[in-house]
């Protein structure tokens, strides 16, 4: 069960993912299983590869930056400032920073991340 509580955000535990970005987990732990938030950046002319959460819907919130998205089988489409992405459990999705600047975003996730539901479809793993 969540309790109150202050998360101090601390940017010193960011580190760089085998999917080409960075994460700084603001807010992932058993003590709230329900959400979880991570501060996602993208540096410039990098793309994410295409991966899909296992029984984890998410949730993009462009923060700043200008990207192309691709999720499921859509267009991929152009975002920027205050622009949400929507991506269901199970859907593949890749984003490109196509700016000059960094790509940056929150990555919401429901219930939370779990690295066991993370899939790299570019290079899957049979389990």
Not at 8 to 31: H, K, R, V
Not at 41 to 64: D, F, N, Q
Request: proline share 7%.
């Amino acid at each position: 069960m969540m309790k109150p509580a202050f998360l101090p955000y601390q940017p010193d535990t960011e580190f760089f993912t085998g999917e080409l970005c960075y994460i700084t987990e603001l807010s992932n732990s058993a003590a709230d299983e329900a959400m979880s938030v991570a501060l996602a950046r993208v540096a410039p002319g990098v793309t994410t590869r295409w991966h899909s959460l296992r029984e984890t819907a998410e949730r993009y919130l462009i923060l700043s930056g200008q990207g192309v998205a691709e999720i499921g089988d859509q267009a991929p489409r152009t975002v920027g400032p205050q622009d949400v992405i929507l991506i269901p459990a199970g859907c593949r999705q890749r984003i490109r920073n196509t700016g000059s600047d960094d790509l940056v975003f929150y990555a919401i996730c429901t219930p939370r991340f779990l690295a066991e539901n993370y899939q790299d479809l570019e290079n899957p793993v049979s389990d």
